[in-house]
């Protein structure tokens, strides 16, 4: 069975960095593509970023130029780096994975989900 661990949330002021860590296990983790989505209060669960099995990437609009998601095969992780946090930035966030050689961007492209971890930008 495939299990995600988020790690790295916390409360951050605006124009701070947080990095997020997911780790996989029970599953071959070079074979999955994996992502980032989010949820705010009230608002929908909204993709972030994605990195394919080739480490090809796909970033958010809304983030883009500010969060960069990587992967380290060997650790079983996926990390998504944060800069430039700003207030809406606040969310729940949470990992993915599914064995896909695409790269999805919704939230039906993925069958693994971890529990999410809390992020927290105050102005």
């Known amino acids: 069975q495939v299990q995600l661990v988020e790690s790295g949330g916390g409360l951050v002021q605006a124009g701070g960095s947080l990095r997020l860590s997911c780790v996989v296990s029970?599953?071959?983790?070079?074979?999955?593509?994996m992502g980032w989505f989010r949820q705010a209060p009230g608002k929908e669960r909204e993709f972030v970023a994605a990195?394919?099995?080739?480490?090809?990437?796909n970033i958010a609009n809304s983030v883009k130029g500010r969060f960069t998601i990587s992967r380290d095969n060997a650790k079983n992780t996926v990390l998504l780096q944060m800069n430039s946090l700003k207030p809406e930035d606040t969310a729940v966030y949470y990992c993915?994975?599914?064995?896909?050689?695409?790269?999805?961007?919704?939230?039906?492209?993925?069958?693994?989900w971890g529990q999410g971890t809390q992020v927290t930008v105050s102005s």
């Open positions: 993915a994975g599914d064995y896909r050689l695409a790269l999805p961007t919704t939230i039906d492209g993925y069958r693994f």
């Open positions: 029970g599953g071959t983790f070079s074979y999955t593509a």
């Open positions: 990195i394919s099995r080739s480490a090809s990437t």
